[in-house]
């Protein structure tokens, strides 16, 4: 196969990639977590494994609540994690979603209940972009090394 000949081929594909990239980013943007953003992070162990319709009710609790929270299980559903924007789950807020389900589930328990600023969020966003830029341009120089 004749690689270096088709180099303006390989840079074309590549470019086309970047700029893909490129757009996506500038037009779709990020999608970031609270991590970035901001927001509520709250984990309720359950104490025993739910089923399809006990994780139902457990999400219409918090629904009730914060219609935009989003809802998940994890360990093999016997926790429920609930993220939320930073404003609307307020420590009120919480403690009625953890009477009402523990109501339902008496071992149920607070795991964590973590609020992460928007200044946090800012500032670790600032720090990872700045960091990828910093790594993207160690790789340039690298590969420039390479090449020589």
Request: charged content about 25%; aromatic content about 6%; cysteine-free.
């Amino acid at each position: 196969m004749k690689i270096i000949e088709r180099t303006k081929i390989w840079f074309t594909i590549s470019l086309v990639v970047i700029l893909i990239g490129i757009g996506s980013m500038l037009f779709k943007g990020f999608n970031l977590g609270i991590d970035f953003k901001g927001g509520t992070l709250v984990e309720v162990s359950i104490g025993k494994e739910l089923n399809e319709d006990e994780v139902k009710e457990v999400t219409d609790i918090i629904k009730k609540q914060d219609s935009e929270a989003i809802v998940t299980t994890a360990n093999n559903n016997t926790q429920i994690d609930i993220k939320a924007a930073e404003d609307v789950l307020t420590e009120d807020k919480v403690s009625t979603i953890v009477k009402e389900v523990q109501e339902k589930f008496k071992d149920a328990t607070l795991k964590s209940h973590d609020r992460i600023g928007s200044s946090v969020g800012k500032e670790l966003t600032n720090k990872a972009l700045l960091s990828s830029l910093i790594s993207i341009v160690l790789i340039i120089i690298y590969v420039g090394f390479i090449g020589i």
